[in-house]
């Protein structure tokens, strides 16, 4: 009888393809475990003590945020600086900032913002992207949105213009006015700021209106 080879074996393909779905599995279980660890929030325990995490606590908004390059990875991370008003107050309770950032994101999902815009790399290109929108110096003291709006504050500035952005034409594409309210538009505006303190790996890589970041003037 001729010897059969190992390649026309079905016990060796069915070993194999047990022993392939077994690694697999475990490797996936790792990873998900893994990654709830990683994208878990943080509480405002560790913002005191300087603990950084990828997705920091709703309490967040107290503090300044800046992306600044990290040259041992290779790309800007968010850095979480001193304290800073946000609204008039720089001490939002974690059950109040994590009320207004739901209602940012709630606001975010019901006025369906990434029809235009991409979140976190979901959404549109129509419009610009808004996952560092915050950080835009252009929103900032000298910045030309801060000062076109007449408010004195970043954050002051952002919901006026949310609030009535028809009255503000920043571009040919103009953003429609959503009937956005005043706490409709606090909220989005803390989603939005939390949102540039999250950690992600750099992304966007071409938001070089910030500076020191790689792209950055």
């Not at 079905?10 to 490797?27: D, E, K, M, Y």
């Not at 995490?53 to 800007?76: C, F, L, Q, S, W």
């Amino acid at each position: 009888m001729a010897k059969r080879s190992v390649w026309s074996d079905n016990r060796f393909w069915q070993r194999s393809a047990a022993w392939v779905t077994g690694f697999a599995s475990i490797l996936l279980i790792w990873l998900t475990f893994d990654t709830s660890a990683q994208i878990s929030m943080g509480t405002d325990a560790d913002l005191q003590n300087g603990v950084t995490k990828r997705v920091p606590a709703p309490t967040v908004i107290n503090y300044k945020i800046t992306y600044e390059m990290d040259t041992t990875r290779g790309h800007e991370v968010p850095v979480i600086g001193e304290k800073e008003m946000f609204f008039g107050r720089d001490d939002w309770s974690e059950e109040e900032a994590a009320e207004l950032l739901h209602l940012g994101k709630l606001g975010s999902q019901a006025k369906n913002c990434m029809n235009c815009h991409t979140l976190l790399g979901n959404g549109a290109y129509y419009a610009p992207d808004l996952t560092k929108a915050w950080l835009d110096p252009a929103w900032g003291p000298e910045g030309s949105l801060q000062s076109m709006t007449g408010k004195n504050t970043k954050e002051e500035a952002m919901a006026e213009f949310l609030q009535h952005p028809s009255q503000y034409p920043t571009h040919a594409r103009m953003m429609p006015d959503l009937g956005i309210t005043a706490d409709e538009a606090q909220g989005l505006v803390a989603f939005l700021k939390h949102m540039s303190s999250i950690d992600t790996n750099g992304f966007p890589r071409n938001f070089g209106k910030i500076k020191g970041a790689v792209h950055g003037k």
